[in-house]
């Protein structure tokens, strides 16, 4: 069974910093991409960062490319995304997702496989 629990959401104000964690189980994810999305109230589910188990590429939206960092540590099966210089805009359920990797990132979320619960997170201005 496969598993992906989120941590480390939270109420921050804006500037701010916050460190999400993706802990994954149940099968391998070599051959994966780890992704973090995020909604926001009334908004599709969009890609923000992305990383390959094996290489360590990574995928970065715009919206948040030079603030937020996408890492993992294979020994503990978990990926992690550091968040720095919140905005309000910022403010949404972010959620983990595992999805087969085939040379290209796939910004869909359609196109994963495996979710997380999502954490909250809340950027005050």
């Known amino acids: 069974q496969v598993q992906l629990v989120e941590s480390g959401g939270g109420l921050v104000q804006a500037g701010g910093s916050l460190r999400l964690s993706c802990a994954a189980s149940g099968r391998t994810f070599n051959s994966y991409a780890m992704g973090w999305f995020r909604q926001a109230p009334g908004k599709e589910r969009e890609l923000l960062a992305a990383i390959t188990w094996s290489g360590g590429t990574t995928y970065y939206a715009n919206s948040v490319k030079g603030r937020f960092t996408i890492s993992r540590d294979n020994a503990k099966n978990t990926v992690y995304l550091q968040m720095n210089s919140l905005i309000p805009e910022d403010t949404a359920v972010y959620y983990c997702?595992?999805?087969?990797?085939?040379?290209?990132?796939?910004?869909?979320?359609?196109?994963?496989?495996?979710w997380g619960q999502g954490t909250q997170v809340t950027v005050s201005s």
């Open positions: 997702a595992a999805g087969r990797y085939y040379g290209i990132f796939r910004v869909r979320a359609s196109s994963y496989d495996y």
